[in-house]
């Protein structure tokens, strides 16, 4: 798969699947697959494996090893850019103010109770009495409050937050958030995900401080210890832990391994205890290897996955051009791209919702046909007296660069004359925010619920310099659709909405879409429970979600 955005991100990630697909969402429908870790579960090869979930009695203490995709530039919510691996090292130094239930339902978790009034303009947030930051002081309303300022002021995070009009603590414990608008999933925005990084508390003294994102400091399970930057980051047992008995282990140490391969061989060969991985050749080795414990998400998920696709600039030629568009979409054949990239790990897709979720909508998007096509380019080039050339930026290494040129051979069989650029992975996301792109491989919209995307679908997110809605689409009726399902509470009238956002997607082409991601995590047999959270009121919680899971409740075998 493609380097994600949420690599690097601001906020922040198929047919063949929708039979076993189930998702947890507006309709609240879910697949749990709870098992004890010496139960299995099918990772869809065929194979059985442990399912990091257990019922026996955990054990205290030892040291686990976490290998992750990728290092992180720094630990403060406000200016770090927290991707895959740096949601991971959040909810180990700190917690989130709420959690997804396993029936996809937002509850409260650092926070005693979230609550809304009745039209959703009011936000109340209630914070649990006597817990403290690892420094000492209260995470109380003023702590609450000061996160939230700092991240609406932020640069960073500021854009997700311009719906707050004003933060007030009512009383010791309480700050009351007051919307300029009505904000029905404002609580999905606090579970701490991928695109809810404003979720994670850091104590007062961290934000103000110059070092602060190099030395976190929050209320989480685990206390810092040390960051040697792209070698390990390593925390240690917070014995004050608010949450009575967690966390199990003494020690968690997390080692960025970018390369996939070595990372996979990490874990083969004992280095590490427990990997995430979105890339599909890694993914299948794991689906293969029965010794190993594994999950993914092809078939339990909340909200939408990471998807695959071609990120177009619709603000600048080619692409202005409708019919250009229309075109690539045509010549681009996600079955082939499924089979030829991703080995068919991940489903063919086209739009940013899977078949299965109640945001869905299966019609609409251009069909593969590589002869109307190439028909289609051929007019564009005989009414501008030209050639229809493309240009393509990917990552520089070897994964993204067959895909660039697949793309390259999809769209020269009809026509369009392409030229592949190679960008760092550090600079792809600003050519995106500048604009200084045509075309793009990119990963993106991994959301617990589809608002988290609204800054990067909205139209009110696009300006000539710096555009969080890098596709540039102006589209009026989606703005429309995704107010409407910001603000509508019934599940039927949001499920409607985004369903429009889906359609508008593939009538307007701002992406190309090729295959959704799969995220999986794999450990030893030593590793029991890395999937198996709960509630602070001892109730299910959702486990995996792109590639993040709970190291609280994490436990050693030997």
């Known amino acids: 798969m493609p380097n994600p955005i949420d690599r690097r991100s601001f906020l922040a990630r198929g047919t063949a699947a929708a039979a076993g697909l189930t998702v947890a969402g507006a309709t609240g429908g879910l697949f749990t697959g709870r098992a004890s870790a010496a139960q299995s579960a099918s990772s869809g090869s065929g194979t059985e494996h442990a399912n990091g979930i257990s019922t026996a009695k955990p054990k205290k203490g030892g040291k686990l090893v976490f290998g992750t995709t990728a290092e992180e530039k720094g630990f403060d919510p406000t200016t770090a850019t927290f991707d895959?691996?740096?949601?991971?090292?959040?909810?180990?130094?700190?917690?989130?103010?709420?959690?997804?239930?396993?029936?996809?339902?937002?509850?409260?978790?650092?926070?005693?109770?979230?609550?809304?009034?009745?039209?959703?303009?009011?936000?109340?947030?209630?914070?649990?009495?006597?817990?403290?930051?690892?420094?000492?002081?209260?995470?109380?309303?003023?702590?609450?409050?000061?996160?939230?300022?700092?991240?609406?002021?932020?640069?960073?995070?500021?854009?997700?937050?311009?719906?707050?009009?004003?933060?007030?603590?009512?009383?010791?414990?309480?700050?009351?958030?007051?919307?300029?608008?009505?904000?029905?999933?404002?609580?999905?925005?606090?579970?701490?995900?991928?695109?809810?990084?404003?979720?994670?508390?850091?104590?007062?003294?961290?934000?103000?401080?110059?070092?602060?994102?190099?030395?976190?400091?929050?209320?989480?399970?685990?206390?810092?210890?040390?960051?040697?930057?792209?070698?390990h980051f390593t925390a240690h047992r917070n014995p004050s832990y608010w949450r009575p008995g967690y966390p199990y282990l003494d020690t968690i140490e997390y080692r960025p391994i970018p390369d996939s391969q070595a990372l996979l061989n990490s874990l083969l060969s004992g280095s590490v205890d427990l990997i995430q991985t979105d890339t599909s050749s890694v993914v299948k080795a794991l689906q293969g290897n029965p010794s190993l414990s594994y999950i993914d998400d092809k078939t339990h998920l909340i909200g939408e996955p990471d998807m695959n696709c071609l990120l177009l600039n619709l603000s600048a030629p080619p692409f202005n051009n409708l019919s250009v568009r229309q075109a690539v979409a045509m010549a681009i054949n996600s079955k082939q791209y499924a089979a030829v990239i991703d080995q068919n790990v991940n489903p063919p897709s086209n739009g940013p919702f899977v078949a299965g979720s109640p945001y869905y909508a299966p019609d609409g998007y251009p069909k593969y046909n590589p002869s109307k096509a190439r028909n289609l380019i051929a007019k564009v080039a005989h009414q501008t007296g030209k050639p229809v050339s493309v240009n393509i930026n990917h990552v520089p290494d070897s994964f993204d660069s067959k895909i660039?040129?697949?793309?390259?051979?999809?769209?020269?069989?009809?026509?369009?004359?392409?030229?592949?650029?190679?960008?760092?992975?550090?600079?792809?996301?600003?050519?995106?925010?500048?604009?200084?792109?045509?075309?793009?491989?990119?990963?993106?919209?991994?959301?617990?619920?589809?608002?988290?995307?609204?800054?990067?679908?909205?139209?009110?997110?696009?300006?000539?310099?710096?555009?969080?809605?890098?596709?540039?689409?102006?589209?009026?009726?989606?703005?429309?659709?995704?107010?409407?399902?910001?603000?509508?509470?019934?599940?039927?009238?949001?499920?409607?909405?985004?369903?429009?956002?889906?359609?508008?997607?593939?009538?307007?082409?701002?992406?190309?879409?090729?295959?959704?991601?799969?995220?999986?995590?794999?450990?030893?047999?030593?590793?029991?429970?890395?999937?198996?959270?709960?509630?602070?009121?001892?109730?299910?919680?959702?486990?995996?979600?792109?590639?993040?899971?709970?190291?609280?409740?994490?436990?050693?075998?030997?």
Request: net charge negative.
């Open 84 to 231: 895959t691996p740096g949601v991971q090292y959040a909810r180990t130094v700190f917690d989130p103010l709420t959690i997804i239930d396993a029936n996809g339902k937002v509850q409260p978790y650092l926070a005693q109770s979230v609550t809304p009034n009745p039209d959703y303009s009011v936000w109340t947030v209630t914070m649990r009495p006597n817990v403290s930051f690892h420094d000492g002081t209260p995470c109380d309303g003023a702590a609450i409050a000061t996160n939230f300022e700092a991240q609406k002021a932020s640069l960073l995070t500021g854009s997700a937050l311009s719906n707050i009009d004003s933060i007030a603590v009512t009383s010791p414990p309480v700050v009351t958030v007051t919307m300029k608008a009505p904000w029905v999933p404002f609580d999905f925005y606090l579970a701490g995900g991928i695109g809810g990084q404003v979720a994670y508390i850091a104590a007062p003294s961290m934000l103000k401080s110059s070092t602060g994102t190099s030395h976190p400091v929050g209320t989480g399970p685990f206390v810092f210890g040390e960051w040697d930057q792209n070698d």
């Open 404 to 558: 660039g040129q697949f793309l390259q051979q999809q769209l020269a069989n009809v026509g369009i004359q392409v030229s592949l650029s190679p960008v760092q992975q550090d600079q792809i996301i600003n050519t995106a925010l500048t604009g200084k792109f045509q075309a793009q491989v990119w990963t993106q919209f991994s959301a617990t619920d589809p608002d988290l995307n609204y800054i990067f679908w909205s139209p009110t997110q696009i300006n000539s310099a710096f555009s969080i809605n890098m596709a540039r689409n102006t589209d009026q009726a989606m703005e429309t659709a995704l107010i409407k399902g910001r603000q509508s509470a019934d599940s039927a009238t949001r499920a409607q909405a985004y369903q429009q956002v889906s359609t508008l997607m593939a009538k307007d082409l701002p992406y190309i879409w090729t295959d959704r991601n799969v995220w999986a995590v794999a450990s030893q047999p030593r590793v029991e429970n890395f999937n198996n959270p709960t509630t602070p009121a001892g109730t299910p919680a959702f486990g995996l979600i792109a590639g993040v899971v709970w190291p609280g409740q994490i436990w050693l075998n030997s």
